[in-house]
């Protein structure tokens, strides 16, 4: 971004004077503790809670220091104490962590919500370790308000090749279909992702923020656990891309970061999604597998013809 960029972005920020628009779609800059206090009881249909991990990182200036397990654990206590209200009774929350953040995360969660699944994502970069696993994943812990929730199934299945396609015994495919493309399936969302492509510098959607998450990871979270229409809440909305997201599936967002930089980078982003709706990975309403975008494209391009 140039300065007459910030400059112009800045306007675009919402602020608490006089009052908060009603409902508050866009970007807040500030520490999210102090601005919930202004927002609606009982709005967001999804929170997507990605805060800094328990690592020492550098956020543009502002650091987040490693601590013990259990302070970790009672400052997200505090946050989540803090959020809850804003909460309808059919909410669905997502909560982002590494291996040690997710020891702390279950132990809250399950205080204040029902905790259905955690799924793990498998990370293509990282650096390797002398003496230990590499570090090559990270948790979503997926928990609800109450028993009585969103989830629409047929919006995240994953578009997989069929390696070894089985054939009826008079010869129509077994749960698959042929394409120009290659024979493919349908498959049902599982716990265990392997799809999902760290931004790097050729694609598009990419930043310079240190921990940024994929749209097409954001995609399957909001697209499972919310309605077009429905209120997409982030309070450490870093590089903007929950509000990105959400915006191109027809949704309602509201993003809150401490850091100005990122709140900008956000809504230069939201500015970029009125006229780039794609999410890369997702096409034709279907996920699709990693290394199949030659593909993906020729089934854009046919149904574009049809």
Request: net charge neutral; with cysteine.
């Amino acid at each position: 971004m140039t300065d007459a960029d910030r400059q112009r972005l800045r306007s675009r920020l919402l602020t608490l004077e006089p009052t908060l628009p009603n409902p508050a779609i866009g970007t807040i800059q500030g520490n999210c503790l102090d601005i919930i206090q202004h927002l609606p009881l009982g709005s967001v249909d999804l929170l997507i809670l990605d805060p800094p991990y328990n690592l020492t990182k550098d956020f543009n200036g502002l650091k987040f220091a490693r601590r013990a397990v259990e302070d970790y654990t009672a400052w997200l206590d505090q946050l989540i104490v803090a959020l809850k209200p804003l909460l309808k009774s059919t909410a669905s929350i997502y909560i982002c962590g590494d291996w040690l953040s997710s020891a702390s995360i279950f132990t809250v969660a399950t205080r204040h919500f029902v905790v259905q699944n955690r799924i793990t994502w498998e990370r293509e970069k990282g650096r390797g370790a002398k003496a230990n696993w590499k570090n090559s994943s990270e948790d979503i812990w997926f928990c609800t308000a109450s028993n009585h929730y969103t989830f629409n199934l047929e919006a995240v299945k994953l578009r997989r090749q069929v390696k070894a396609p089985y054939r009826t015994q008079d010869g129509n495919p077994k749960d698959w279909e042929t394409t120009k493309g290659g024979n493919f399936r349908d498959t049902h969302p599982s716990n265990f992702w392997t799809d999902i492509t760290i931004p790097f510098w050729s694609m598009p959607e990419n930043t310079e923020h240190p921990t940024q998450k994929s749209e097409k990871l954001l995609a399957k979270l909001i697209l499972a656990s919310s309605n077009p229409g429905d209120f997409v809440f982030d309070p450490f909305v870093g590089s903007g891309t929950s509000s990105v997201v959400a915006k191109k599936l027809s949704r309602q967002y509201l993003g809150i970061d401490l850091n100005e930089e990122y709140c900008l980078l956000t809504e230069r982003r939201l500015e970029l999604a009125d006229s780039e709706r794609a999410i890369q990975g997702f096409t034709n309403n279907v996920f699709w597998e990693r290394n199949t975008l030659a593909v993906q494209k020729r089934n854009r391009e046919n149904a574009d013809v049809q």
